[in-house]
């Protein structure tokens, strides 16, 4: 009975032993209340973005008792979140500058910063973190991973719809972004990535949808490029692994104008020689006058010493015949 008592205990405690892993105890001045998990806003899309772990704590300062709120999300590389960031963000925001990806909603009572950084999505309410702060945060983070942001979102046309991209990993996301698009198209067996973003026509009506996926070689993406021209309603074109796409177009022009601006250009990364102490002129130069240094001092040393051997040789009258000079007295003969 006590070790049933016991585990039950251990599985009730768990979760929230699990919630209370993120955020620190402090930050400054500030303590941390109970911590508590936050749902997804999307569970199938995040569950594809790679959600681990989230959790949401109040902050405190107890000398002027004002207060803010922290919302934290771990997924699993720094592409997780950064999709989520995207998906998250309001409408309403603008960036500014801090590690990782930032966007702030206008000042008010509500105003509110979503932060992307390595792995992690944080929602900062009632508290705009100075950069100490936030690195506080993020570096005493469990699992915190910084890896290379998806490359891709430098693709897209230009004159996007403010904060329209949304990011697509999987056949959820696509369902929600670009729903017209089949997940067998967009062959996510092939870890093909895309991204999604809405376009206004310089002049007229309209909304445009650029959807541009990128897939891991150029072979992969000329195997499904027909099935992207297949879809109805749809403009499509590759360039080298990308697949770009404009989904209802106001015009044909429009759609023209926005896939003529995605162009693929590879890069070649040359394996180069690191420089060393070797390729420096005047390094060479210089060890070339201590080459001669050590070389005259050791034939001043090596004739001192030799010379010391034959004086206390000579002294010791073991000095040979050979070794005695021969004067040839030539002078005045013929």
């Not at 998990?37 to 681990?52: F, I, N, R, S, T």
């Not at 993020?138 to 990011?167: C, D, K, V």
């Not at 034959?310 to 002294?315: G, I, K, N, V």
Request: aromatic share 10%; proline share 9%.
């Amino acid at each position: 009975m006590r070790l049933r008592l016991l585990t039950t205990a251990i599985l009730v405690l768990l979760p929230a032993m699990a919630h209370a892993t993120i955020l620190p105890d402090t930050i400054g001045q500030w303590k941390r209340g109970d911590p508590v998990a936050v749902p997804a806003p999307d569970p199938k899309v995040w569950g594809e973005y790679g959600l681990q772990e989230s959790e949401q704590a109040p902050y405190t300062d107890p000398a002027t008792n004002k207060s803010f709120t922290i919302t934290a999300w771990r997924f699993s590389d720094s592409t997780g979140s950064f999709a989520a960031w995207n998906a998250i963000r309001p409408a309403d925001v603008h960036k500014f500058e801090v590690d990782g990806m930032g966007v702030e909603t206008p000042d008010g009572p509500n105003s509110a910063q979503y932060i992307a950084v390595g792995n992690f999505l944080f929602i900062f309410r009632g508290l705009k973190p100075s950069k100490e702060e936030l690195g506080h945060v993020f570096l005493t983070a469990p699992h915190y991973s910084n890896a290379q942001l998806p490359t891709l979102p430098r693709y897209m046309p230009s004159g996007a719809i403010a904060n329209s991209e949304r990011y697509i990993l999987g056949p959820e996301s696509l369902a929600k972004y670009a729903p017209v698009i089949p997940s067998s198209t967009a062959a996510f067996h092939f870890s093909s990535e895309a991204e999604a973003a809405d376009y206004l026509p310089p002049k007229g009506k309209g909304k445009t949808t650029i959807v541009v996926f990128n897939f891991p070689a150029i072979e992969m993406a000329q195997k499904q490029y027909p099935m992207f021209e297949a879809i109805p309603g749809a403009v499509a074109k590759r360039t080298g692994p990308l697949v770009a796409v404009a989904l209802h177009p106001a015009t044909p022009d429009e759609a023209e104008r926005l896939l003529a601006q995605v162009k693929y250009q590879a890069e070649v990364t040359l394996a180069e020689h690191p420089p060393t102490l070797k390729d420096n002129p005047a390094n060479l130069f210089l060890n070339i006058v201590i080459l001669c240094g050590v070389l005259i001092a050791f034939c001043i040393v090596s004739g001192l010493v030799f010379g010391f051997i034959r004086h206390a040789w000579r002294r010791k009258g073991s000095a040979s015949d050979a070794d005695e000079m021969i004067s040839l007295h030539l002078t005045g003969r013929p």
